[in-house]
């Protein structure tokens, strides 16, 4: 728990208390860089401990510069890494405690996603996020993420974790959902995904069963670069499907 000073009585006090900032004041500020913030997220990442704004008598939050500048490490750090919110606590305390703590570097998991970068398995093992944090991530509630598992456009793993290609999925749903396309109308998307991966599996299968293991280690590369080429194909036939009916 980080300590806050205590704030005697005297000018010091008084200019201290001056500039402290209400939560709405915090969410116009954080929005300058992040505009998709919510006061849930805000809420959602003190109920997790990642800042601890002063109360009023009457309850209302006070924040600090500190804690404003905090949040936007916390938001940085989920936005550039994907990283879980337990991971970014301890690299933000060990900060507090002068240690120097390495990151993924910016842009890293998003290159990964697109396909830029080759997947390194232990970054994408440590990117695996809990049911709360995938929640604050997409900026949805419970409900909204229950009837996205119900048309299976997000599964969580067997450890009930979700990995850093499900929280690209829940961020993309969450954007067409502000268009109005519900899960039902995405329905046909998720069956084209799983027609393109079993088209991708037929292909590799042959390389899965080889006696070779050089060649069966090989069927994972060539399915990820097919999956590659797929994801593309898919988005250019898209535009050139869209381009007559735009003009």
């Given at each position: 728990?980080?300590?806050?000073?205590?704030?005697?009585?005297?000018?010091?006090?008084?200019?201290?208390?001056?500039?402290?900032?209400?939560?709405?004041?915090?969410?116009?500020?954080?929005?300058?860089?992040?505009?998709?913030?919510?006061?849930?997220?805000?809420?959602?990442?003190?109920?997790?401990?990642?800042?601890?704004?002063?109360?009023?008598?009457?309850?209302?939050?006070?924040?600090?510069?500190?804690?404003?500048?905090?949040?936007?490490?916390?938001l940085r750090m989920q936005r550039d890494h994907y990283l879980p919110l337990k991971v970014i606590r301890e690299h933000l305390d060990a900060l507090a405690r002068g240690e120097q703590l390495g990151l993924p570097s910016p842009g890293r998991s998003r290159e990964l996603l697109d396909g830029a970068l080759e997947p390194d398995p232990e970054a994408v093992t440590a990117a695996r996020i809990g049911r709360a944090e995938l929640l604050a991530a997409a900026d949805v509630g419970e409900a909204e993420l229950a009837e996205w598992e119900s048309y299976g456009l997000i599964t969580p793993g067997e450890d009930g974790g979700y990995d850093i290609e499900t929280v690209s999925v829940a961020k993309l749903v969450a954007a067409l959902g502000h268009f109005g396309l519900e899960p039902r109308h995405l329905r046909v998307m998720k069956a084209a995904a799983d027609r393109e991966a079993d088209l991708v599996e037929q292909v590799v299968a042959p390389l899965r069963r080889h006696r070779n293991p050089q060649t069966r280690n090989h069927a994972e590369t060539t399915a990820r670069e097919l999956a590659t080429l797929s994801i593309r194909l898919h988005a250019a036939l898209v535009q050139a499907a869209l381009r007559p009916r735009l003009h």
């Open positions: 728990m980080r300590q806050r000073p205590s704030g005697g009585a005297g000018s010091g006090a008084a200019t201290a208390e001056g500039r402290l900032m209400s939560i709405g004041a915090v969410l116009h500020q954080l929005r300058e860089e992040f505009p998709e913030v919510t006061i849930s997220k805000i809420r959602f990442l003190e109920a997790e401990g990642l800042v601890e704004p002063r109360r009023t008598p009457s309850g209302y939050r006070k924040f600090s510069p500190e804690d404003v500048e905090r949040l936007g490490s916390v």
